[in-house]
C-alpha cells in the first residue's frame, strides 16, 4: 500500500469504483481505493440490477444516460462483462392523471434526446403477455431500459481503472480521517495512514459514518428493500421462444411495482407504503455479505395488486426473497460534490440507483476534482442544497416518506408534509391564523397563499388549475391596486466585509458594485462562463456588502464564495441563515405606508429606486431595499427576528387605512412574471450563459477581469445560440409547470440540430476513453434532435410559467433559438401543455409597466 497518493477513495461499492474509473480516465493515477472488506461488501453485491434513465430531474436523466451508454466501454476496457439485457420497458399508467404524467414525461423527452412512445395497454400486453390490460388506461414505452450483473458491474469498474493505473486496497477498513494544516488528509486505515490530497467518500451505507469522521451528518438513510424471485415459469418460457425476446421491465405506479425477467421466471420488487429504515442511527461496522430476514407481510398490499395486475405471476413459486438495505437522501437523488466548510472532503453516496447514475456520479465528481467544476448541471444531485436543518431526525422523516412515495404522482402544487416544520419564523402562528397555506423553503415554512375566511387553507392537487387561482388572483390584484405584504425570510442573505470586500465582489461578479447606499443586481459566472448565480447587491457600509440571493442555493453559494475568498483575511463573508427575517410591501401605496413607519423622508426622490438604508421600521432596527421581485413600487425590509412580529403589526396597522393585503409566495412569483423577471435554477442554471439568458444589460465586459468574462466576451462576440424569452400562453385550464416543449412553424427552415445544454466545457471521451476536443467538446451539449411535425419543430423548451393573474395572461419562459427570440408574430409558436399543443407568442416588453415608471415610482 502506497503512503501518499493525490486521492483515496473510501468504498468499493459500483459508486466509488466508478469514481475511481472516472478519476482515472481523466488522468489521476496516482489514486488508492480502499474497502473495508471485498468489493460490493456494502448494497451493491444484492441489487436488482435494473437500469433506465428516465428521471424527474431532467439534468439527472441526461446522467442517468450517460450510464447507461458507458457499460460497452467498460466491458471493453477492462474485459470483464456486465450481462447487459437491454429489454426496454413500460410504465404502466392505472389512472388519467397518471396518464398526464407520463404524457409530461413523454413531452420532455422531446427534447432531452429520449426515445420514449406512449402507447395502449394492449400494446404493452404483447411486449408483457403476463399483465391484464383491463386495469390500465395507457403506457409508455422506453427501449433504454435492463438489467445487469451488479457484481460484475462493479469489478469491471475496479478492473478498468486497474488498468488506467490506479491501486485497490482490500479488507483494510478507514478507522480516522484527520486533516493537516496544509490541507493534506491523514486517511488512517487499520494497515497504516495514506497521506492524500483528497478524500472521497464513497461509503454507501456507511456514508453517514465516514461522514462523521470528519464531523459531517450527511442526511442519508439506509431503507429496507424486498425483491422476490419467482420459479421458472412456463409462460415465460414460452414468450422467449416464440418470440427470440427476453420480456420487457414493467413499472406499474399502481401496485408500487417493478418487474423483470430473471432467467426463466420474474424478478418482483415493491416500494411499499410501509417502508422500514434499516440502523437509523448507526450502522454496524461488522454487516456484511448478508441478507436482512424477508417480511413479505410488510409488502402483502403491493402483491395483492400485483397479482391482480399481473396474473401471469400469481400463480408461479416463489423461489426466494431478498431483503437488502441501501441508502436514500431525503429527495431520493444522490449527494455529490464537496461538503461546504472542508477543503478536499469530497463525496459520493446516497446513491439509491446505483446502477443508472453510478457512471454518471463518477464523471461528474471527477470532472469537479480534476477541472474545478462538473462540467454539468449536477444541481439536482449536489450535496449543497441541504442544510443544517437535513438533520438525522429529518432525513429519517423525509426519505421514509420519499420511499413510500416512490411510485406516487408528484403534482406541481403538491407541497409533502413529513419533518415539517423544520424551520419557522417569529411570524409562523400569526400566518397559519391568517389561514395560510404553507410551503416548504429549503427547510423553512413560507406563506403560499392565504385562504379568505370560510375557505379551508388547504391546497387540491392537481396538474391543473386549482382551488388556489382566484385567491392569488385577489393577492396580486390589491397588491398592485393598493399595497401588500409578504414574508421574505427564505431569501439568502449574506454579508461581505473588509478592506478587499469590493475587490473580491468585483472579481466574482460581472456587474459593477454599487457606490455606498446603492443597490446593483448582478449574475455570477464560472470559468466557463456560464451562470451559477444571480444577486441583489447593497454597498451599506465603506468596506461592507450586504447580498442577496436565492435561497436553495445557500450552500452551493457559500463553498463557491469560500473557495475564492483571500487567504489573508482581508475579506470576510457571513451567511445569515434565519438570523436574518424579512418582509416585503409592494404596490403603489407601499411608500405612502412606509412613511407613516419611519421618521425620515422615503420620498421617490430621498429614498431612490435601487437605494438602500438603514432606518428604524415601526421601532425597528432594519436594513431597507427599495427594490421587490413584484417589479412594482416597493420595498424589503430586513430585520433580526426579534423584531419581526413588531415590523409586521405596524406594517398591518399602518396598512389598514389602504387595504393592505397579505399575499404569498404564489402572488410573488405569478407578478415576477409579468416583468418577464427570470428565476433562479429554473431560467437561469449553469447550463446557459449570461448573453444566452438575456442578462447582458447586468454584464460588464469592460470593467475588470471577473471570473468568466473571457467566456462570456466569447459568448458576446459569436452571439448566443439560444435566448431566454417570454410568451404568452393561449392555455386553458392548465398552465405551464416547466419543461414543457416549445414548436414554431419554421418549416424547412433548420436551425441545426436544438439541443438542450447539458454539459459545457467538461471533457468528453470516445468510446476508448480518448479526450475528445473540438466544438462539441467546448459545449459539451448533448446530441438532441429536432421533432418535426410537418412544418413545426421542437425548438427549444419552458423553464417556468404559470397565470400572470394581473394581465390575466397565462404566461411561460424559456428557450429558443436566438433567431427567433425577438419574433412576437402570432401563429409561430405553441407550447405543448399535457400532452396539448396551445398557442403561444413572444412578448419582448414585459405586459407590466413596461416603462418602469410605477416601480421607479
Ligand atoms: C434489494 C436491493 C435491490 C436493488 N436494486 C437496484 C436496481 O435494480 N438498480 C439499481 O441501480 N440499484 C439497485 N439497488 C441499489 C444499489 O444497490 C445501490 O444504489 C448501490 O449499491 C450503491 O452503491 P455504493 O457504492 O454507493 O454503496 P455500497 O454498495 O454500500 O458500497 C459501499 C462500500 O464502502 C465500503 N466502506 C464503507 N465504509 C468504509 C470504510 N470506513 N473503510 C473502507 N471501506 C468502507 C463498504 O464495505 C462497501 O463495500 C438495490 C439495492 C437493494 C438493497
Known amino acids: 500500500m502506497k503512503s501518499h497518493v493525490k486521492a483515496v477513495v473510501i468504498g468499493g461499492g459500483v459508486v466509488g469504483c466508478s469514481v475511481l474509473y472516472h478519476l482515472a480516465r481523466a488522468g489521476w493515477t496516482d489514486i488508492m ?10 448494497s451493491s453485491w444484492h441489487a436488482a440490477g435494473g437500469f433506465h434513465t428516465l428521471n424527474g430531474d431532467p439534468n439527472v436523466a441526461k446522467l442517468q444516460a450517460y450510464t447507461v451508454q458507458l457499460y460497452k466501454e467498460l466491458e471493453e476496457i477492462s474485459g470483464q462483462s456486465c450481462s447487459l439485457h437491454l429489454t426496454g420497458g413500460v410504465m404502466l399508467a392505472d389512472s388519467p392523471e397518471r396518464m398526464d404524467f407520463l404524457r409530461l414525461a413523454h413531452a420532455k423527452g422531446r427534447y432531452l434526446g429520449m426515445d420514449t412512445e406512449l402507447i395502449t395497454p394492449s400494446e404493452a400486453k404483447k411486449m408483457f403477455p403476463l399483465m391484464d390490460e383491463k386495469h390500465f388506461v395507457g403506457a409508455m414505452w422506453d427501449p433504454v431500459e435492463g438489467h445487469l450483473d451488479p457484481s460484475g458491474t462493479t469489478h469491471a469498474y475496479a478492473k478498468a481503472a486497474k488498468k488506467l493505473g490506479a491501486e485497490i486496497v482490500l479488507r483494510n477498513p478507514v478507522k480516522e480521517l484527520t486533516q493537516d494544516p496544509d490541507g493534506t488528509w491523514n486517511v488512517v486505515t487499520e494497515q497504516g495512514t495514506v497521506r492524500a490530497e483528497h478524500v472521497v467518500n464513497c461509503g454507501g451505507l456507511w456514508a453517514r459514518e465516514v461522514g462523521r469522521m470528519v464531523g459531517v451528518e450527511l442526511p442519508v438513510l439506509a431503507m429496507e428493500h424486498m425483491y422476490l424471485l419467482t420459479e421458472p415459469m412456463p409462460e415465460v418460457e414460452a414468450f422467449n421462444k416464440e418470440t427470440g425476446r427476453e420480456m420487457i421491465g414493467v413499472l406499474d405506479f399502481k401496485g ?41 407481510d410488510r409488502i402483502a398490499p403491493s402483491l395483492e395488486i400485483g397479482f391482480q395486475h399481473f396474473p401471469g405471476i400469481a400463480n408461479a413459486g416463489i423461489k426466494q426473497v431478498i431483503n437488502g438495505p441501501f441508502t436514500f437522501a431525503p429527495d431520493g437523488n444522490p449527494l455529490v460534490g464537496p461538503v461546504q466548510g472542508l477543503t478536499n472532503y469530497w463525496v459520493a453516496c446516497g446513491v439509491m440507483a446505483g ?52 411510485f406516487s404522482i408528484r403534482f406541481p402544487n403538491e407541497e409533502l408534509p413529513a419533518a415539517r416544520p423544520a424551520q419557522t419564523t417569529p411570524l409562523y402562528d400569526t400566518m397559519v391564523a391568517n389561514n ?7 427547510g423553512l415554512e413560507t406563506p403560499l397563499w392565504f385562504a379568505p375566511e370560510g375557505t379551508e387553507p388547504k391546497d387540491i392537487v392537481s396538474f391543473h388549475r386549482s382551488n388556489d387561482f382566484e385567491h392569488i388572483g385577489n393577492e396580486v390584484r390589491v397588491t398592485r391596486d393598493r399595497v401588500g405584504v409578504t414574508e421574505i425570510a427564505n431569501f439568502a442573505k449574506y454579508e461581505v466585509s473588509g478592506p478587499a470586500s469590493e475587490d473580491f465582489l468585483n472579481r466574482l461578479m460581472t456587474n459593477r458594485m ?23 447587491i447593497a454597498k451599506s457600509g465603506d468596506d461592507k456588502f450586504m447580498i442577496w440571493g436565492s435561497s436553495a442555493a445557500q450552500k452551493y453559494h457559500m463553498r463557491w464564495f469560500e473557495q475564492h ?36 423622508d422615503v420620498s421617490s426622490k430621498a429614498f431612490r429606486f435601487m437605494d438602500f438604508r438603514e432606518m428604524a421600521v415601526g ?11 413584484t417589479g412594482d413600487l416597493g420595498y424589503e425590509i430586513w430585520m433580526a427576528p426579534a423584531y419581526q412580529r413588531l415590523v409586521y403589526k405596524a406594517i398591518k396597522d399602518a396598512g389598514e387605512e389602504f387595504g393592505i393585503v397579505d399575499f404569498g409566495m404564489r402572488a410573488l412569483l405569478s407578478m415576477r412574471l409579468e416583468k418577464n423577471f427570470p428565476t433562479w435554477f429554473r431560467e437561469l442554471r449553469p447550463i446557459y450563459g449570461p448573453f444566452e439568458g438575456s442578462m447582458e444589460r447586468f454584464i460588464k465586459l469592460e470593467k475588470n477581469d471577473f471570473i468568466g468574462r473571457e467566456a462570456a466576451a466569447k459568448e458576446h462576440a459569436e452571439g448566443p445560440k439560444l435566448r431566454r424569452v417570454s410568451f404568452y400562453v393561449d392555455a386553458q385550464d392548465a398552465d405551464v409547470m416547466g419543461d414543457e416543449p416549445i414548436w414554431a412553424k419554421v418549416g424547412a427552415k433548420d436551425f441545426g440540430t436544438i439541443e438542450k445544454p447539458h454539459g459545457y466545457g467538461a471533457p468528453r471521451f470516445d468510446e476508448t476513453g480518448k479526450e475528445v476536443r473540438g466544438s462539441d467538446a467546448a459545449t459539451g451539449a448533448s446530441a438532441v434532435r429536432g421533432i418535426v411535425d410537418g412544418d413545426w419543430r421542437v425548438v427549444g423548451w419552458v423553464t417556468s410559467g404559470g397565470y400572470a393573474h394581473y394581465v390575466q ?9 436566438a433567431a427567433l427570440a425577438e419574433n412576437e408574430a402570432e401563429g409561430l409558436f405553441e407550447i405543448e401543455i399535457l400532452g396539448h399543443r396551445r398557442p403561444a407568442r413572444i412578448n419582448v416588453e414585459p405586459p407590466f409597466d413596461p416603462s418602469g415608471d410605477k416601480m421607479r415610482g
Not at 444531485?381 to 420511499?403: F, I
Not at 457606490?515 to 464560472?526: F, H
Not at 463573508?573 to 413607519?597: C, E, M, N, Y
Not at 395572461?809 to 433559438?817: L, R, T
Open 256 to 296: 408500487e411495482i417493478y418487474t423483470r425477467q430473471e432467467r426463466n421466471g420474474i424478478l418482483l420488487g415493491t416500494y411499499e407504503k410501509a417502508c422500514k429504515p434499516w440502523s437509523p442511527v448507526n450502522t454496524p461496522w461488522d454487516f456484511g455479505h448478508e441478507l436482512l430476514a424477508p417480511d413479505l
Open 33 to 42: 481505493l480502499i474497502e473495508r472488506s471485498e468489493l460490493t461488501s456494502g
Open 355 to 406: 446502477f443508472s447514475q453510478g457512471g454518471g456520479v463518477g464523471l461528474a465528481l471527477s470532472n469537479w476534482m480534476v477541472n474545478g467544476d462538473p462540467g454539468f448541471d449536477v444541481w439536482g444531485m449536489d450535496v449543497a442544497r441541504w442544510g443544517e436543518w437535513a438533520s438525522l431526525r429529518y432525513t429519517n422523516a423525509k426519505v421514509r416518506e420519499n420511499y413510500s412515495r416512490r
Open 514 to 536: 454599487p457606490k455606498k447606499g446603492r443597490i446593483v443586481l448582478t449574475p455570477m459566472l464560472n470559468e466557463f462562463g456560464r451562470l451559477i448565480g444571480d444577486f441583489t
Open 809 to 817: 395572461k397565462s404566461m411561460a419562459q424559456g428557450y429558443v433559438p
Open 619 to 629: 421601532g425597528a432596527p432594519c436594513m431597507v431595499n427599495r427594490i421587490t421581485y
Open 565 to 600: 475568498l483571500p487567504k489573508d483575511g482581508s475579506v470576510r463573508i457571513h451567511r445569515f441563515d434565519q438570523t436574518l427575517v424579512g418582509l416585503s410591501i409592494a404596490g403603489p401605496k407601499s411608500q405612502a405606508l412606509l412613511a407613516k413607519l419611519v421618521d425620515e
Open 436 to 442: 395560510a397555506v404553507m410551503g416548504d423553503s429549503w
